[in-house]
């Protein structure tokens, strides 16, 4: 089959404006986080992804090709934990805690198979079990997409500025940091109180 025509834009699933995909890709919950790549439909049809910027594409997406013809993507199955148990809201709070991925339904949480996490979740009383399935977990919370670590911007935290805590007299050259501890030498002219 020959190629089609390559795509610059994600079409979320509720903007496709009725069109009807003509073709799927089937992608993995790492192979949905993209900017170039190139891809295979399922009906052997390559095509080239050539996005603006780095994107995270949800199953139902589609990539709008340069002709306007829309290729669906789905979520390809792919080895899962599934976690049960009486409390999810907690056993969700450790999994979030951690920064892992996470697929939150009324029933269960489905994460990426992990022996630690796995081990930690049973500790915590959860049922857990492998299955092979899509994954879909939760976007970031500050819109469409991945949640990407840890990092807030510039200056949001300031981890590594300043003394954090008022101590004695005695302690206060140590500076007590997020990251670390950083010893910061006595003033030698400074007098003993």
Not at 111 to 138: C, S
Request: hydrophobic content about 40%; glycine content about 12%.
């Amino acid at each position: 089959m020959p190629d089609l025509p390559a795509s610059h834009r994600v079409i979320r699933k509720p903007e496709t404006g009725g069109k009807v995909p003509v073709d799927r890709v089937v992608l993995g919950y790492d192979e949905r986080f993209l900017r170039r790549k190139r891809l295979m439909t399922e009906a052997g049809a390559g095509f080239l992804v050539d996005l603006a910027e780095t994107s995270s594409v949800s199953a139902g997406d589609c990539f709008e090709l340069l002709d306007g013809r829309l290729v669906v993507v789905e979520a390809a199955a792919e080895p899962v934990l599934v976690v049960t148990g009486a409390n999810l809201p907690r056993l969700a709070w450790h999994i979030g805690n951690r920064h892992t991925p996470c697929q939150i339904e009324p029933a269960r949480l489905v994460i990426r198979d992990d022996h630690v996490l796995k081990g930690m979740l049973a500790g915590l009383g959860a049922t857990v079990g492998h299955a092979m399935e899509p994954f879909t977990p939760e976007g970031g919370a500050y819109g469409h997409g991945r949640t990407m670590g840890h990092d807030h911007g510039f200056g949001a935290h300031d981890h590594l500025r300043g003394p954090v805590l008022t101590l004695p007299h005695a302690l206060a050259g140590l500076h007590v940091q997020h990251q670390g501890f950083a010893r910061v030498e006595d003033d030698p002219e400074a007098p003993d109180e």
